[in-house]
């Protein structure tokens, strides 16, 4: 059974930073992309950022700059390091791991979702 499971959501002054991080289990981890994606209240989820198996890495523009996405295939684990948080980043952020390769900006990309934690920024 896959899980994806986040952590190091909370609450932040604008300008300050979060490392969020994600725990996966039942995959081969070293195989699939992996993803992060958000959602503010009464928005629709949107694309952050995604890393290949090789360390590839694509994003929003919106956070191109100040997040950073990584992962440690020995632990099983992705981050995504948020810097310079903005009002507008507060959402709540999951996790998402594909059984290809692809790391792509889609939803359909992507096979298995964490429940997701939640980043509040203050301003």
């Known amino acids: 059974q896959v899980q994806l499971v986040e952590s190091g959501g909370g609450l932040v002054q604008a300008g300050g930073s979060l490392r969020l991080s994600c725990a996966a289990s039942g995959l081969t981890f070293s195989a699939p992309a992996m993803g992060w994606f958000r959602q503010a209240p009464r928005k629709e989820r949107e694309f952050v950022a995604a890393?290949?198996?090789?360390?590839?890495?694509r994003y929003a523009d919106s956070v191109r700059g100040r997040f950073t996405i990584s992962r440690d295939n020995a632990k099983n684990t992705v981050y995504l390091q948020m810097n310079s948080l903005k009002p507008e980043d507060t959402a709540v952020y999951y996790c998402a791991g594909g059984k290809s390769t692809w790391y792509g900006s889609r939803e359909y990309d992507y096979d298995y979702w964490g429940q997701g934690t939640q980043v509040t920024v203050s301003s």
């Open positions: 890393i290949s198996r090789g360390g590839s890495t």
